[in-house]
């Protein structure tokens, strides 16, 4: 994209600007009197944010994440979208969706009242996303950067027949120490369990999570709000999903990251997923003309 066009339509002086990154992708870096964050318009991926009250960034990108235009960003928060995982209809096709692929557009930057900034980006169906998803529909990602973020992906349906779509905010939150960390709030909660020996099988959760080993689960029915707690960094990251019954918890632990190839051997420690998701038997039915909205807030609190 041509920064300088974008910086004359959307920039804001000494808050908001574009800029060409690493690979040649489009970056959108904020700075404003609440926070700093980076964000690419490929898929609409938020990369980085950091509150000016915070020791360290929300966020995880890995030294060996893909910069490449038109492949996945491992960091930040990937939209899965149209559909969250395996696609059901064909198992073969790329993991997690095709909108983190493609190049969104900017529609709109701007300041708010409180100091925080504010972003959309849209991606609308053209003859690409036909050929990958037979549909029309208008997908859009509202950003907002303040003393907490806010995420809200909205999927409009511009075609005749009924969409049906499973997604999710892949969050991927940077952490200081894996032995020590918990998720907490999925106490009696059940969840299908796809780590590598698992073979899927229903468990409920008892108490808070740690891991010592590869976590892979989709959790069904969870609450609202959800929080990590990492003595590592010294903080407890909070999460309020709005529109998600579902949440997918993710690390690879040792032999699944050494098995990836944009993901250093020793990035299992550096990370852990907590995902608001609509995935598993939480598949959202749009009809024609309708509108559905995923959304999360995150704060950090340091303790
Ligand atoms: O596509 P990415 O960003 O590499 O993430 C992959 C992981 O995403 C998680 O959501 C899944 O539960 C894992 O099974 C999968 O390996």
Redesign the pocket.
Known sequence: MDCSALNAEFGIPDTLRFVEGRGGLTMIEIANPLATATLTTQGGQLLAYRPRTARNDLLFVGERAHRTPGL?I?GGV?ICWPWF?RDPADPERV??GFARLFEWSPTLCETCADGSTRVRMRLVSDARTRSAWPHDFALEVEIRVGATLSVALTTHNLDASVLHVTQGL?AYFRIGDLARLRVEGLDGCSYLD?AADARERVVVQAGDLGVTGEV?RIYESVPSRLSILDPGLGRRIWIQGHNSRTC?V?N?WIESARAMEDLDDDDYRRFI?V?TVNAASEVIAIPPEGAFTLAADYRIEEL
């Open positions: 996945e491992k990937p995982g993991i997690h892949h796809y892979n997918v993710w690879p997923c995902e």
